[in-house]
C-alpha cells in the first residue's frame, strides 16, 4: 500500500491532533490526527482502504513503517471530520516506529481480529502504552474486526467490551470484508471528539 512523505499538522494547544481546517477560523471543519495500531494481520489496513476507498483486498501485503491516508466525514450537524490517518506496521519489527505516529494523535484506534486471543493481548498492551505515553485527551477506539468470521470467534464480544468500559473507550465489531460497521466506526470517532466550547459574552 502506498504511503505519502507527508507529515502530520502542527496540532491546536486545546486538544492536540485536532485543528480547525481553516487556520482556526471554522470550528465545524475539523481536522484530526488518528492512528490505528494493533498486531500484524489484524486487518488495520483493510479497515483503512474500506473506509477511504471503498475495497476490499484479500492479499493485502503487511505494512512497512506505516502509511498515510485521508478521509473526510459530514456528521449530522454539518460539521465536517478530516480524519489524517497513519496506519502503522503491526510487524513487531516495526514497534520501535509507532510513538512517532501515536505522539500528538487525537484519536487512536486499537484493533485486534475476533480469532486471535494473542492479537487482543497485543491490542491492551497498546492500550497501556498509549495511557502512559499518548495524549492524555485522547480518544480511543477498540475494534474487533474479522466479524464475518463468527464461526472461528476466540475472543467473546463480553470480554472486549468490559476491557473497553474499563478503559474508558469506544469498543465495535468491524468487518473490513463486507464493510460492517466500518462507516459506523468512524462516525463514533468523529462524535467523541473533544470540541472547544463556544465564546460566551
Ligand atoms: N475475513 C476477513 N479477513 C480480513 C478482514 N480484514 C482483513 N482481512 C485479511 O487479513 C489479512 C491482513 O490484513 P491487513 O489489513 O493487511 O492487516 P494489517 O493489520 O494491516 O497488518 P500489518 O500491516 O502487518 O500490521 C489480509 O489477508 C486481509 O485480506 C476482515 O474483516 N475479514
Ligand atoms: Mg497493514
Request: charged share 20%.
Amino acid at each position: 500500500m502506498g504511503c505519502a512523505a507527508s507529515l502530520p499538522d502542527r496540532s491546536s494547544k486545546a486538544f492536540p491532533g485536532i485543528n480547525s481546517a481553516n487556520d482556526g477560523t471554522d470550528s465545524k471543519n475539523l481536522k484530526v490526527k488518528l492512528v490505528l495500531l494493533g498486531d500484524s494481520g489484524v486487518g488495520k489496513s483493510c479497515i483503512v482502504l474500506r473506509f477511504v476507498r471503498g475495497q476490499f483486498d484479500p492479499t493485502s501485503k503487511v505494512t512497512v513503517g506505516a502509511s498515510f491516508l485521508s478521509q473526510t466525514i459530514a456528521l449530522q450537524d454539518s460539521t465536517t471530520v478530516k480524519f489524517e490517518i497513519w496506519d502503522t506496521a503491526g510487524q513487531e519489527r516495526y514497534a520501535a516506529l509507532a510513538p512517532l505516529y501515536y505522539r500528538g494523535a487525537a484519536v487512536a484506534v486499537v484493533v485486534y481480529d475476533i480469532t486471535s486471543p494473542e492479537s487482543f493481548n497485543k491490542a491492551q498492551y497498546w492500550v497501556k502504552e498509549l495511557q502512559k505515553h499518548g495524549s492524555p485527551d485522547i480518544v480511543m477506539a477498540l475494534v474487533g474486526n474479522k466479524a464475518d468470521l463468527q464461526e472461528k470467534r476466540q475472543v467473546p464480544i463480553q470480554n472486549a467490551l468490559e476491557y473497553a468500559e474499563k478503559n474508558g473507550m469506544f469498543f465495535i465489531e468491524t468487518s473490513a470484508k463486507t464493510a460492517d460497521n466500518i462507516n459506523q466506526l468512524f462516525q463514533e470517532i468523529a462524535k467523541r471528539l473533544p470540541r472547544e466550547q463556544p465564546a460566551t459574552s
